[in-house]
């Protein structure tokens, strides 16, 4: 039996490269070896857009349609909406019992969070205990595995202390720890030369995006400030044009040879732009091609099985899980 996967996203926008380089390009590689499933987190994201329902609705759509264009296969991965699967609701509440208030203030993940968002003492209590639910998403399917970035590792260290309360306090072996899959590739930084491409930041280049925003974004990215003349030698560090190429350009020996030129001196801003565009046309022309080519309905059906089929598990473990925790009968 192939090991189990589970990772997700928060429906509060489209996808872009940065998820293309940081998650999208592994979820492709991961199914071949793999039982994955993704979620979509749309209940995860309500902790810091309940305020906006709309965008969750809008882009739960959308993130399937990335998904798909980009090579995930409905028959290797299982794609599923959390919402409508009571169940995860369900065992985060069982879980709020085993996390100390304490514990929880410590997560270094989320304490970033309520700094970058100065949410200071207003934090909502949904927003407080998101890694709880992130906790129940992983654990209701017994994923061994979770793909995450460095900054999601407190979340998985926050599950496994969950998993073997649970397991030390009822006696029992039922849930599963999981590990870490550590993604390799560096953050993608935005078109402005910020630390993280970002949709909030809105310095993003989207997989949906038309060619002509394509080419408008990377003509506005930052370079060096001080390459003015052509024949200026330049700086390729924090030059987001060459970030990008490292990313995305095939060729890494051309990349190098392009960088030699730029610090030397010689190698307009206009002409890498260029070789970029054109790098990055031919990376998104048949995701687009893929995407215009999947309807609504399909993705809807897909979504639907998908959720159903997880739908199955949730429901069987969460049946044991009430059972160990005493909660089982029914009373009508
Ligand atoms: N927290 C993740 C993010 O913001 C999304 C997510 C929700 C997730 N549930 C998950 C990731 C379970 C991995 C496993 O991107």
């Not at 490269?17 to 071949?32: I, K």
């Amino acid at each position: 039996m192939p090991e189990k996967i589970l990772t997700g996203d928060r429906p509060t926008g489209k996808l872009h490269l940065g998820h293309y380089v940081g998650s999208l390009q592994n979820r492709v590689a991961l199914q071949h070896t793999h039982d994955q499933y993704i979620m979509i987190a749309d209940v995860q994201a309500l902790t810091d857009h309940f305020d906006r329902p709309g965008t969750i609705t809008e882009n739960i759509l959308e993130v399937a349609k990335d998904y798909l264009s980009v090579g995930i296969d409905p028959n290797q991965t299982t794609i599923l909406i959390q919402s409508n699967l009571p169940e995860i609701a369900e065992l985060t509440i069982y879980y709020l019992n085993l996390v100390s208030l304490g514990r929880l203030g410590r997560n270094p993940t989320v304490k970033t969070e309520i700094q970058q968002k100065e949410y200071k003492d207003s934090v909502s209590v949904g927003f407080f205990c998101y890694p709880i639910n992130q906790a129940a998403d992983i654990t209701i399917f017994q994923a061994e595995w979770v793909p995450v970035g460095v900054d999601q590792l407190p979340m998985i260290e926050q599950t496994n202390e969950i998993v073997r309360r649970f397991n030390r306090l009822y006696q029992v072996d039922f849930l599963k720890e999981c590990k870490a899959m550590l993604s390799h590739t560096s953050r993608l930084i935005g078109i402005d030369g910020k630390a993280k491409a970002s949709k909030t930041l809105n310095n993003a280049i989207f997989l949906s995006d038309t060619p002509a925003a394509v080419k408008q974004k990377v003509f506005q990215m930052y370079t060096d400030p001080n390459h003015i003349k052509v024949s200026d030698p330049g700086c390729v560090e924090g030059n987001v044009v060459f970030s990008y190429l490292d990313a995305f350009h095939l060729d890494k020996a051309e990349v190098e040879s392009l960088k030699a030129h730029y610090r030397r001196g010689g190698l307009g801003d206009v002409t890498i732009k260029n070789i970029l565009n054109h790098t990055l046309q031919l990376l998104l022309e048949p995701i687009r091609t893929q995407r215009a080519a999947l309807s609504d309905k399909m993705v809807q059906e897909i979504l639907q099985a998908g959720t159903q089929k997880a739908g199955l598990l949730a429901q069987k473990n969460m049946q044991t899980i009430r059972e160990i925790m005493g909660i089982a009968k029914r009373w009508f």
